[in-house]
């Protein structure tokens, strides 16, 4: 799966809810580096499509860090005041076609520039546990990874750090350029 993933290709990133009904769509997703864990990609002022077909752009850039085994991806946004780290508790991700798919389970990790962290929508995740009968595994599985992400943010632990969110925003601007330079041409 992550050998057909190439540095510079564009995916579309899809959310899903359990019961397999789409909740979300972003238009772009470049990839910028692939591990045997997880991939990284970038974007900025791309268009997010919600489930009731309603669409925006996002303001600013962001670095995506989607993982293979573990059940959460990242987004770490580039704010005018600050670096904040959005984080889906979600499945792992899987690739189909050009399609970065996972599926959301609702709570959410909000990270401040100073450190400060918000769980958000836990009646959200309570409603929808019940009413999608989420498995007790699975239920395990999320609030087991929404403490160890927790305790990634307060270590400063990947991605949680600055520095690696700079290099790869680098990166993506030094691809993009590429990319620009190239339809030019």
């Given amino acids: 799966m992550l050998e057909e993933l190439k540095i510079g290709d564009i995916y579309e990133v899809h959310c899903y809810k359990h019961n397999g009904k789409i909740d979300r769509v972003c238009d772009e ?25 309603k669409s925006h752009k996002t303001k600013e850039a962001a670095i995506l860090f989607f993982y293979k085994k573990r059940w959460f991806n990242i987004l770490a946004q580039l704010k005018k005041y600050g670096l904040f780290y959005y ?4 499945s792992p991700f899987l690739i189909d076609e050009k399609i970065i ?5 609702d709570l959410d990790l909000r ?6 962290f918000k769980v958000l929508d836990k009646n959200e995740y309570k409603y929808h546990k019940k009413i999608m009968k989420y498995p007790k595994e ?24 600055k520095d690696i ?13 590429e990319k620009e330079n190239q339809k030019n041409d």
Avoid: H, W
């Fill in 101 to 105: 798919k996972y599926i959301d389970y």
């Fill in 87 to 90: 984080c889906n508790i979600a």
């Fill in 29 to 53: 997703a470049m990839i910028l580096d692939v591990t045997e864990d997880y991939i990284v990609c970038g974007n900025y002022k791309s268009t997010l499509t919600e489930s009731n077909g």
């Fill in 111 to 116: 990270i401040f520039p100073d450190g400060s």
């Fill in 165 to 177: 969110v700079d290099k790869y925003y680098e990166k993506y601007l030094e691809l993009r350029k």
């Fill in 138 to 161: 699975i239920d395990d599985i999320l609030n087991f990874e929404l403490s160890n992400l927790i305790e990634q943010s307060r270590n400063k632990e990947f991605p949680f750090n």
